[in-house]
């Protein structure tokens, strides 16, 4: 099919459309654009895709020229209309109307290995991947056009680790494959945005219980990220015969790091001697 680009400004103007800031709804008009978002997140004729925030179906029609089917989930009921109008040549799209962190994964697709692709706002990004990463059925790629800065702490391009950064490397390997300038968005964003691409293990570093207990730790830790470890885990490590200081010393850390300068390695360390431990 030869798609021809949408024309944003004029559907805007059509359906009375006021992009809602509370929704970080800011629409990617470049054509080209969409066009290397595609492109960067592999979709062939034998994939399943969910889309994430499909707007007004700018993105949703290149997927479906590119994929076997594309499931479109808006929260947004008012962009509805357009968003019907504009997919309707396209009997490979399923349309969704809804909050994705409260619909059941299995709602949507029927086994793993699906690829989502999403354009989303900075305020749902620490929920949506958690709740993506840890779902019954897993996709094996998500794409996510999101705040540049966001992208960058999750990659760790300032040598610090986060917790949404840490959450990603325990069930896959994240790069950025490109950036795009606010621009490119209708209305203008304040803030560039990138291409994050998250490829997914086989299966998570750890096991799930080790990851809930992982998890335990590095809340409390970044909770109060300026402290020390020694200060910061003392909540949740100081009750049994080993001090924090002594089971940080035999999961090869320094009680005084603080969070951000521990790697994946560290984090799983810690996690064993404290389960060893039974301290938690």
């Not at 335990?216 to 402290?227: G, P, S, V, Y």
Request: charged share 25%; with cysteine.
């Amino acid at each position: 099919m030869n798609l021809e680009p949408l024309k944003l400004s004029d559907l805007i103007r059509r359906y009375h459309l006021r992009p809602q800031k509370s929704l970080g709804q800011n629409f990617l008009a470049d054509h080209n654009t969409l066009l290397k978002i595609v492109r960067d997140s592999g979709v062939d004729m034998d994939d399943e895709v969910l889309e994430i925030g499909a707007g007004i179906g700018s993105l949703t029609r290149v997927l479906a020229t590119n994929a076997k089917k594309v499931v479109a989930v808006e929260i947004d009921r008012h962009l509805f209309p357009v968003l019907k109008a504009v997919t309707q040549p396209f009997p490979n799209i399923q349309l969704v109307q809804g909050d994705i962190l409260k619909i059941p994964i299995t709602d949507l697709v029927e086994q793993g290995g699906y690829k989502v692709v999403a354009n989303i706002p900075y305020y749902i990004s620490s929920a949506l991947i958690r709740y993506l990463l840890e779902s019954e059925v897993r996709p094996d790629r998500i794409v996510f056009t999101m705040q540049r800065e966001v992208a960058e702490r999750i990659t760790n391009a300032d040598q610090k680790m986060s917790l949404l950064s840490l959450s990603v490397q325990i069930f896959g390997k994240a790069t950025i494959t490109s950036h795009i300038p606010a621009s490119c968005f209708i209305p203008e964003p304040n803030v560039d945005s990138s291409v994050l691409v998250i490829d997914l293990f086989p299966e998570p570093v750890l096991q799930q219980s080790d990851i809930d207990l992982l998890f335990k730790l590095a809340h409390a830790a970044f909770n109060q990220k300026r402290k020390m470890l020694r200060s910061s885990l003392k909540a949740i490590l100081g009750r049994g015969a080993d001090s924090v200081v002594d089971i940080l010393e035999q999961a090869g850390i320094s009680s005084q790091e603080r969070p951000e300068a521990l790697a994946l390695e560290d984090w799983v360390r810690l996690t064993k001697v404290v389960r060893e431990k039974a301290v938690l």
